[in-house]
């Protein structure tokens, strides 16, 4: 068995400069990584098997020492175990704890066979996507370690559409852990986290050491005549359109990270030096301090999933509910010793700030609409009411007409004397999955889009933001963009794979029938018009302008909402409840003191914390 070095495999490029010596790992080729201690392989033939596979969860303890005691509710719905029955197939659900003769499981068929078991059979819409995801699968050195962005056979012009990005293969990771299949997320993180200490520069100018690529592709290349080997090679958004650092990379890297841990009960991968390390680099490049007044992170336009300029520079609500969430992974996951108690302090202390701060000030529904409508503005204090002096007639016509009287939403983005109205669908899907919202907020977020289904949702889930932006503000905001024309792409185009994230969302606050409801006009769809990555125009009705078709993510996104729906115990392993001991954190230390009030407990009588 040949151990190889995986820096080794990169080999084509200059050593990293960053190049970590203490946290070198070696990998077998042969043997991936062992599970065996937490999971076995169902599969034989295929690569995945048509059957939900559950890892025992007995080594998922509560409370594991780290740095935080507090952990994910455990909801107290009784769920059903679920068994596989390889031989046929199919999926067999045995439910303990049967509430009534008419019970389902949510959102998929199921019939009650002689024996008790409920059987749930796979559509022919999940049939051909566990065939397209299984064909998406990209090998390095014959280990699977992630999957294409698309795999249209007729895209003559893939770009960078052949390479494993980091976000899109989150909803693909998801649906392998939820079929029992761990080793590809594994590898997968494990050699992202290899591409993290890259020497990466633009024009001879190196961003943070912390930085995950966008995207990375398997390239084979000639050693000499005779040989070949197989590297990896990164972007960095050195190539990406724009050239923009992809801040949402790490942040996903260390859900995923947490998502591993949980689902699969292997515990043992977070733990590692190097992954504690991977963790550590990226919660430092975030936590950074700069010029900031905000907690907010401050990032460039397009440095998430609108990875083109799309006016979201500052600090995107995306950013921040995906920052939020990978502050509470890392809070779970860093193991508390003496070189790392200072980052979990820092991380404490970022987290309550920035539940405030997001909270306050993001926050709209018709109430505080009006209220802005009333602002005084150039209030010079410490205890403005219209901190950034947002003149309301920034309040855009649209708004007016279109909040409803029950819901609300968290802005696109908050800056000096400017609030991005816009409605950004995962921002706020985080917001709930991560509880950065308050459970009133996060509640009156799903009151909102189902209120606005026909523009949120429409004929096919999902709008990326509402609305478009159209005429001059499509002309000085985007650029002039072509691809990003009013209601399509980013901008208000339709992304079927935000499907998994609003149903995690609908999940956790106990409204399934919500998100099904969605799955259904998906599924309607998705295979008859080949899987498509965008829906174009207000109502989401045409396959987009210029859309690849077989897009993984979209395919992923679905699966794995199916699986979700089906498996609700392994879904309340994948979103977190308030965290009330951070609230009562405050890094200001004036609560105590007379002499100033501390504006955080003075404001939280504006907010509805619980
Ligand atoms: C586009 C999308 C981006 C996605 C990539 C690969 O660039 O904007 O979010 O990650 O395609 O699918």
């Not at 852990?177 to 590898?187: A, C, H, S, Y």
């Not at 923009?244 to 890297?253: I, R, T, Y």
């Not at 515990?267 to 700069?290: H, P, W, Y």
């Not at 899907?429 to 523009?455: C, H, M, R, Y």
């Amino acid at each position: 068995m040949s151990t190889i070095h995986l820096i080794r495999k990169f080999s084509t490029k200059p050593p990293s400069r960053f190049y970590r010596n203490l946290f070198f790992s070696t990998f077998t080729k042969e043997s991936t990584p062992d599970l065996s201690r937490t999971t076995r392989t169902i599969s034989t033939q295929r690569f995945i098997s048509s059957s939900i596979w559950r890892f025992p969860q007995s080594n998922l303890s509560p409370n594991r020492g780290f740095s935080t005691s507090v952990e994910t509710n455990p909801t107290d719905k009784s769920f059903g175990r679920i068994h596989v029955d390889v031989q046929s197939g199919v999926i067999v659900e045995r439910i303990h704890k049967i509430e009534s003769e008419e019970e389902t499981v949510s959102g998929v068929n199921v019939e009650t066979s002689g024996d008790g078991k409920v059987v749930r059979e796979e559509s022919e819409a999940e049939k051909e996507a566990w065939r397209i995801l299984e064909d998406a699968v990209v090998r390095y050195c014959g280990s699977p370690v992630g999957t294409v962005a698309a795999n249209d056979p007729g895209d003559k012009m893939p770009l960078n559409y052949d390479q494993v990005f980091i976000r899109d293969f989150v909803p693909s990771a998801l649906a392998f852990l939820l079929k029992g299949e761990g080793d590809i997320v594994r590898n997968f993180l494990l050699h992202t986290l290899q591409l993290q200490s890259w020497e990466k520069t633009v024009d001879c100018y190196s961003p943070g050491q912390g930085l995950m690529p966008a995207s990375f592709k398997v390239r084979t290349v000639a050693l000499d005549e005779n040989t070949t080997e197989e590297v990896l090679d990164p972007d960095f958004g050195e190539s990406a359109i724009g050239r923009v650092a992809p801040v949402d990379s790490g942040l996903w890297w260390i859900i995923l990270l947490r998502a591993y841990g949980k689902i699969t009960g292997d515990f043992s991968l977070q733990e590692r030096i190097d992954v504690q390390t991977g963790i550590k680099l990226i919660m430092n490049l975030c936590l950074a301090d700069g010029f900031d007044m905000f907690p907010t992170l401050l990032v460039t336009d397009g440095s998430c999933m609108i990875d083109r300029r799309m006016g979201i520079h500052g600090h995107p609500l995306e950013i921040q509910s995906l920052f939020y969430s990978a502050l509470r992974c890392s809070r779970e996951m860093l193991s508390v010793n003496d070189s790392s108690k200072n980052l979990v302090r820092a991380i404490n202390n970022r987290l309550s700030a920035l539940s405030f701060h997001i909270r306050e000030y993001y926050w709209v529904d018709i109430k505080k609409i009006n209220e802005i409508y009333r602002y005084k503005t150039e209030e010079y204090s410490t205890d403005a009411t219209n901190k950034f002096n947002i003149y309301p007639e920034q309040i855009p016509p649209w708004l007016m007409d279109w909040i409803p009287e029950q819901g609300g939403y968290l802005l696109g983005n908050l800056q000096p004397a400017h609030m991005d109205f816009r409605f950004f669908s995962l921002g706020n899907f985080w917001s709930i999955v991560s509880s950065l919202g308050t459970p009133k907020q996060n509640e009156a977020i799903l009151n909102l889009i189902e209120a606005k289904w026909e523009d949120i949702i429409g004929n096919m889930p999902l709008k990326i933001c509402y609305p478009a932006l159209e005429y001059d503000d499509w002309r000085i905001i985007t650029g002039s963009d072509p691809k990003n024309t009013p209601w399509s792409y980013h901008n208000s185009g339709s992304w079927p794979t935000l499907l998994w994230q609003f149903t995690l969302a609908c999940m956790k606050m106990g409204r399934p029938e919500l998100a099904e409801k969605a799955i259904a006009l998906a599924e309607k769809r998705l295979m008859a018009d080949r899987w498509p990555e965008y829906y174009d125009t207000r109502s989401g009705k045409f396959i987009g302008k210029q859309s690849r078709l077989y897009q993984t993510w979209t395919v992923a996104g679905f699966l794995t909402s199916k699986l979700l729906l089906a498996n609700p115990e392994m879904a309340s392993l994948l979103f977190w409840e308030e965290d009330y001991e951070l609230l009562d954190i405050c890094a200001c230390g004036l609560r105590k003191s007379d002499r100033k009030k501390c504006s955080r407990v003075a404001a939280k009588t504006q907010i509805l914390v619980r």
